[in-house]
């Protein structure tokens, strides 16, 4: 006998819990990843997102250095194209 073929595939959603559980098992250990995932995890959809500082590094457990320090890193790759001083992030489009 066999199995029934799902109709649609399974998606697996990566909300703020999820991540900050990935982290604390040291699954991702790059900043710069966690940094991006959670950007995508607060601003879904934005290209121009703004950010406040302070708020952002105590919902993600960050210090603003190493915030600072991923977002230029994320800069280098290309994916962060500008950072403003007021942290209005501009991303590459994909």
Known sequence: MTQ??????????LDREELIRIRSLKLLTSDRDYVF???QID?????????EVEAFCDRWDLSDGNLY??????RNKGIVISLASRLNLE???S
Request: proline fraction near 19%; avoid cysteine; hydrophobic fraction near 40%.
């Open 37 to 39: 995932l959670a950007l």
């Open 69 to 74: 320090k991923a977002l230029g890193e994320l």
């Open 4 to 13: 029934p073929v799902p109709t649609s595939t399974p998606s697996y959603l």
């Open 91 to 93: 991303f590459q489009p």
């Open 43 to 51: 601003f879904p959809d934005k290209l121009k997102p703004s950010i």
